[in-house]
């Protein structure tokens, strides 16, 4: 549901979701034999989400996200997202993000990030971006052997094309992407590869035609 509140200057939207998703389980000790056993090979997630977006002045444009999840097994998951349009110029323009995300008992993440956009031609867009994520991981029991993951930091830098015809928008980018994992707990050793610190090339290329 969108409603424009405010003619041309203010948008509220709510939408709702559920989805089914199977998934590879994690593994946890059973208390009751002391072995290693499989997670939950399906979960089930119910969602909502509550936007609202602002028409600031004739150069900035604001969208603020708010969004509720709840998967099965877990505590209710609470996200914020607030980002902006801002046109610094005839042909530039600036796109800073930001958000924030919790889930009981200790689970905690934000992540910043933001776009420069140059009109170069009629035609062709030059795009730099870079992003930072940064989480508090999901281990509940340091001293359990799990699988869940330890805190995680994450940078992502690009920098691409977009060319534009009458009814074709293609872009293309690319850039470095890393990944920085805290320590295992000594019982989780075992998934040491699995949460590698690791240094990615990231290409990305999207093709879009209106009819």
């Not at 002391?34 to 997630?45: C, D, E, I, N, S």
């Not at 730099?128 to 330890?150: I, K, Q, R, T, W």
């Not at 009458?166 to 872009?171: A, G």
Request: aromatic share 16%.
């Amino acid at each position: 549901m969108r409603w424009e509140y405010w003619p041309e200057l203010g948008f509220v939207e709510a939408r709702g979701g559920y989805s089914i998703d199977d998934v590879a389980p994690g593994y946890v000790d059973d208390p009751r034999t002391g072995f290693a056993v499989p997670g939950r090979h399906r979960l089930y997630t119910t969602s909502a989400l509550l936007t609202f977006e602002n028409v600031l002045s004739s150069h900035i444009r604001a969208l603020n996200e708010l969004r509720i999840s709840d998967t099965t097994e877990r505590e209710l998951r609470w996200s914020y997202q607030g980002s902006l349009n801002c046109a610094l110029g005839e042909r530039w323009i600036f796109r800073p993000v930001g958000g924030y995300t919790a889930e009981e008992p200790a689970f905690e993440a934000f992540w910043v990030g933001a776009s420069l956009e140059f009109q170069a031609t009629p035609w062709c867009a030059i795009i730099a971006s870079a992003n930072h994520y940064e989480d508090s991981g999901e281990v509940l029991d340091p001293f359990a052997f799990s699988s869940a993951a330890p805190g995680l930091r994450s940078q992502q830098f690009s920098l691409g094309l977009r060319f534009t015809w009458s009814r074709w928008v293609l872009k293309i980018s690319g850039g470095p992407y890393n990944t920085d994992y805290d320590p295992l707990p000594a019982n989780s050793r075992a998934f040491t590869n699995l949460y590698r610190d690791r240094n990615w090339a990231l290409a990305q290329a999207s093709l879009a035609v209106s009819f």
